[in-house]
């Protein structure tokens, strides 16, 4: 008798060795192209995005600027009520969506 559980238990195990299912975990890495822009001083930006900038949000201050290759300008602003935005524009001062 003893040989019939030993031999049901090593059967048993081997079952559930068999219903164990092992899923592999597919991971899938999203990775956002860096940002093609270098800060530049604030004193850099051009004379038409300040004026843009006042027209658009008054009050609103640059408090870091970023020029890219295409020479696209990201700007992170501060506005009068203490929101802040980022911004985008050419060097002619027109804004850009992104």
């Known amino acids: 008798m003893f040989a019939a559980v030993l ?3 090593t059967m ?3 079952a559930q ?3 164990t299912v ?3 975990e597919v991971v899938t ?5 860096q940002d093609a822009y270098a800060e530049v001083a604030v004193e850099e930006v051009p004379a ?3 004026e843009a900038l ?3 949000h008054p009050g609103a201050t640059i408090s870091k600027a970023y020029l890219s290759e295409e020479a696209e300008y990201k700007l992170e602003v501060a506005k009068e009520d203490g929101e802040t935005a980022e911004l985008y524009a050419d060097a ?4 850009i969506e992104k």
């Open 22 to 24: 092992v899923a592999e």
């Open 29 to 33: 890495e999203v990775v956002e192209a």
């Open 92 to 95: 002619e001062g027109n804004w």
């Open 12 to 14: 048993t195990a081997f």
């Open 48 to 50: 038409a995005i300040s």
């Open 54 to 56: 006042e027209a658009a």
């Open 17 to 19: 060795e068999e219903e």
């Open 7 to 9: 031999s049901l238990g």
